[in-house]
């Protein structure tokens, strides 16, 4: 499975970015999808996942009602809508898929990686 994210960019703190990472090489359907990101000098951090078919998702307490993730299963992608960005955004944000659909935060779980996309947020 190979995984490529985009979307990024910089925006002005209250603003609002849309990601997307469309998937290819497998059955999109058969996996949950998350989004992380990695802030400089911190750890990678979950943000937000959804299941296979799109009626379960989980957030991260720190972008519950900010962010959004929904998926196209016909498009193949996953997307993550933030609004009312924040200075503490700002990090790579990685999309990950994990075949066994567990919805969970823990990085581990997830089997398939892309390569991340920056967000910047200027205050």
């Known amino acids: 499975v190979q995984l490529q994210a985009s979307g990024g960019g910089l925006v002005q703190a209250g603003g609002s970015l849309r990601l997307s990472c469309v998937s290819s090489?497998?059955?999109?359907?058969?996996?949950?999808m998350a989004w992380f990101r990695q802030a400089p000098g911190k750890e990678r951090e979950f943000v937000a996942a959804?299941?296979?078919?799109?009626?379960?998702?989980y957030y991260a307490r720190s972008v519950k009602g900010r962010f959004t993730i929904s998926r196209d299963n016909a498009k193949n992608t996953v997307y993550l809508q933030m609004n009312s960005l924040q200075s503490e955004d700002t990090a790579i944000y990685y999309c990950?898929?994990?075949?066994?659909?567990?919805?969970?935060?823990?990085?581990?779980?997830?089997?398939?990686w892309g390569q991340g996309t920056q967000v910047t947020v200027s205050s």
């Open positions: 990950a898929a994990d075949r066994d659909d567990v919805l969970t935060s823990t990085a581990g779980q997830y089997d398939y």
């Open positions: 959804i299941s296979r078919s799109g009626g379960s998702t």
């Open positions: 090489g497998d059955t999109f359907s058969k996996y949950g």
